[in-house]
């Protein structure tokens, strides 16, 4: 049986709350019954960045890293096939410039099992994070590159963050909330930069991009997308943008490439 050659995502992974808006939940879920089915997911998530680059063990809990939201989402499970093979197969693949630490302990967070509850919700699909161990654009991408063979295996490489996220400067808190202007200009120069395929510019952010630093004071949001380019087969090629708009004022705008 041939394997269909996977896509590679950058998502926005929102927050707790998420698992219960119906739009933005509705998308993803549409989103994943759209893709070929993987046979295992490899996701680098925002909330997990280590050096040297790490793997999730296991059969481990998940990582409940956040605070303040109602107590049923530090009660969530997604518990997955073993996904060893594919950490040993991701270890394979990176040079003696990448060395790889494979964690006993820790489990997925929530910048992974969130979105992927709403994909994939029968949990049914080995999950794999790795962690992010630099923001540098190049360096990102050249760890996507050594892992755009996967995509050939059956493997969906997602790079999870948000397109925006300022958290700091957000002044009201509801889903519906309008948009700052840091956000809707951050917002459509990266929307305009992805459908050029212009890799440069997106890398050269921090001058080039409008709305910041309020739209990143941290920037583990937004690197995350230079791993999904670096897994593009051909990475300045204009990939497809899934969902936009906004979430609490934040960009959800999300990334598929072939």
């Known amino acids: ?5 996977m896509p ?16 933005w939940s509705g998308q993803l879920a549409a989103w994943a019954g759209d ?17 040297p ?12 890293d956040f605070g303040g939201f ?20 991701v ?27 709403l994909m994939y919700p029968d949990a049914d699909i080995p999950v794999l994070q790795m962690s992010m161990p630099t923001h540098d654009p190049a360096r990102l991408m050249a760890i996507g590159e050594r892992l755009r063979p996967l995509r050939d295996e059956g493997v969906l490489i997602i790079g999870s963050g948000f397109l925006t996220h300022g958290l700091p400067f957000l002044k009201e ?37 409008p709305g910041m630093p309020y739209a990143h004071p941290t920037v583990e949001h937004y690197t995350p997308l230079f791993v999904t380019l670096g897994a593009a087969t051909t990475p300045d090629e204009p990939g497809i943008q899934v969902v936009d708009g906004f979430w609490m004022g934040l960009s959800k705008r999300s990334l598929q490439v072939a």
Do not use: N
Request: charged share 20%; net charge negative.
């Open 1 to 5: 049986m041939t394997t269909s050659r």
């Open 8 to 23: 590679a995502l950058y998502i926005g992974h929102g927050a707790p709350p998420l698992l219960d808006d119906p739009i």
């Open 35 to 51: 893709l070929p089915r993987p046979k295992a997911i490899l996701i680098v998530s925002a909330h997990w960045e280590s050096a």
């Open 53 to 64: 680059l790490s793997l999730t063990a296991s059969g481990v809990p998940l990582v409940y």
């Open 70 to 89: 109602a107590p049923k989402y530090y009660q969530e499970t997604y518990e997955t096939p073993d996904a060893t093979a594919l950490a040993q197969r």
């Open 91 to 117: 270890a394979a693949l990176m040079p003696d410039t990448e060395p790889v630490h494979q964690h006993a302990s820790r489990g997925l967070d929530h910048g992974a099992w969130v979105p992927l509850k």
């Open 173 to 209: 808190f509801r889903i519906d909330a309008a948009a700052p202007g840091w956000s809707k200009d951050f917002d459509a120069w990266a929307g305009e930069a992805l459908a050029r395929g212009d890799v440069d510019t997106l890398a050269d952010y921090r001058s080039k991009a």
